[in-house]
């Protein structure tokens, strides 16, 4: 089992930066592709940004790109979403999401390829 406990989140205005931490714990040897996936009230869970551990390769959603970074710190067993400039559509609730699966640019984003999920963290960015 891996268990993703995510923090960081709260309130932000336009603009501004936040940055979401999730602990991996467990089996972390089955934790090669994590993603961050967000869903706002009404919309469907969407992948933002996501990482194969063994190369450290990156996958953007283009609504995110370069304003948002995913990176991982090895020592600490935690994947970070560093976001920056961020937009009132940005507001959803954030998971962090891993998989054992190898993960590329086609497929990182689908969320039936993650079997393990934190319980969100919440995103609020206002005007």
């Known amino acids: 089992q891996v268990q993703l406990v995510e923090s960081g989140g709260g309130s932000v205005q336009v603009g501004g930066s936040m940055k979401l931490s999730c602990a991996v714990s467990g089996a972390t040897d089955r934790a090669n592709c994590m993603a961050w996936f967000r869903q706002a009230p009404g919309k469907e869970r969407e992948g933002v940004a996501g990482?194969?551990?063994?190369?450290?390769?990156?996958y953007y959603d283009d609504s995110v790109k370069d304003r948002f970074t995913i990176a991982p710190d090895n020592a600490k067993n935690t994947i970070f979403l560093e976001m920056n400039n961020l937009k009132q559509e940005d507001t959803a609730m954030y998971y962090c999401?891993?998989?054992?699966?190898?993960?590329?640019?086609?497929?990182?984003?689908?969320?039936?390829?993650?079997?393990?999920w934190g319980q969100g963290t919440q995103v609020t960015v206002s005007s």
């Open positions: 999401a891993a998989s054992s699966q190898f993960c590329a640019g086609r497929t990182w984003w689908l969320k039936d390829r993650y079997f393990y």
């Open positions: 990482i194969y551990l063994p190369y450290h390769t990156t």
